[in-house]
């Protein structure tokens, strides 16, 4: 099926803003490839330590990557097939692309660890336009998603019922790996958005979890922003 251009552009032009499942997470995600790509291009390749590190980041990213795809295949498209059937499609191939590029990346960090000194200072580059080429594409794919699915999603759906889906969502995501969406997607939000996602897990999260994203995102924020946050949650 074609999305409809038409019905995004009058989707897009509404005046009122709609539930946006996309938004938040894929700052996050952004934020998390970038900070990768730039570690990967000042690593010192001599250092194991450094060496050793790096990879084991760009292997967290990976994972967090593919633990993505999952989240969307089973809410975000399904939701979308059961009342636009085929609007996922082109989306969903891009997903099983962006699985295999994902083992590739995997490879190509391992042998990063494995390979000779004098191969090292290769492997690294390679690694890096890989993973560059990689981002990329993430990053024209999560436009498209942003628009067209949103468009899919908006004509179809009401925000009460976008709100379920993503609270499905984020209900299966297991408590380690809350923590570190919580991270990169907290920080990398602009402070309204950062205050109405807080404030919507300090109503529904037991009172230990909330002060465990509190502590965990605090240090990533500026002494202005933490500020305006606590003001707004009122602590």
Same mark, same amino acid.
């Given at each position: 099926?074609?999305?409809? !251009?038409?019905?995004?552009?009058?989707?897009?032009?509404?005046?009122?803003?709609?539930?946006?499942?996309?938004?938040?997470?894929?700052?996050?995600?952004?934020?998390?490839?970038?900070?990768?790509?730039?570690? +990967?291009?000042?690593?010192?390749?001599?250092?194991?330590?450094?060496?050793?590190?790096?990879?084991?980041?760009?292997?967290?990213?990976?994972?967090?990557?593919?633990?993505?795809?999952?989240?969307?295949?089973?809410?975000?498209? !399904?939701?979308?097939?059961?009342?636009?059937?085929?609007?996922?499609?082109?989306?969903?191939?891009?997903?099983?692309?962006?699985?295999?590029?994902?083992?590739?990346?995997?490879?190509?960090?391992?042998?990063?660890?494995?390979?000779?000194?004098?191969?090292?200072?290769?492997?690294?580059?390679?690694?890096?336009?890989?993973?560059?080429?990689?981002?990329?594409?993430?990053?024209?794919?999560?436009? +498209?998603?942003?628009?067209?699915?949103?468009?899919?999603?908006?004509? @179809?759906?009401?925000?009460?019922?976008?709100?379920?889906?993503?609270?499905?969502?984020?209900?299966?995501?297991?408590?380690?790996?809350?923590?570190?969406?919580? @991270?990169?997607?907290?920080?990398?939000?602009?402070?309204?958005?950062?205050?109405?996602?807080?404030?919507?897990?300090?109503?529904?999260?037991?009172?230990?979890?909330?002060?465990?994203?509190?502590?965990?995102? @605090?240090?990533?924020?500026?002494?202005?922003?933490?500020?305006?946050?606590? @003001?707004?949650?009122?602590?």
């Amino acid at each position: 099926m074609q999305i409809d !251009t038409n019905e995004m552009k009058q989707v897009a032009a509404a005046e009122l803003p709609r539930v946006d499942m996309y938004a938040g997470i894929h700052k996050a995600l952004r934020a998390l490839m970038a900070d990768t790509l730039l570690a +990967v291009g000042r690593m010192d390749c001599d250092d194991a330590l450094e060496r050793a590190q790096t990879m084991q980041r760009v292997q967290e990213l990976l994972a967090f990557c593919a633990n993505h795809l999952k989240h969307e295949n089973d809410f975000i498209h !399904t939701a979308i097939e059961a009342r636009a059937t085929g609007a996922s499609e082109v989306i969903a191939h891009e997903h099983r692309e962006h699985l295999h590029h994902i083992e590739k990346l995997s490879n190509a960090a391992t042998h990063v660890l494995a390979c000779s000194v004098l191969e090292r200072p290769s492997a690294v580059t390679r690694l890096y336009r890989e993973l560059a080429l990689f981002i990329a594409d993430n990053f024209h794919h999560m436009h +498209v998603e942003e628009t067209a699915h949103n468009a899919v999603l908006w004509a @179809r759906y009401t925000d009460a019922e976008l709100l379920a889906i993503h609270d499905a969502l984020v209900a299966s995501i297991p408590p380690q790996e809350m923590m570190v969406t919580a @991270r990169w997607l907290v920080p990398f939000m602009n402070p309204a958005e950062r205050l109405a996602l807080l404030d919507g897990i300090r109503a529904k999260a037991p009172a230990p979890a909330f002060q465990a994203i509190l502590d965990t995102v @605090r240090p990533h924020l500026t002494s202005g922003e933490w500020a305006k946050l606590a @003001r707004g949650l009122g602590l």
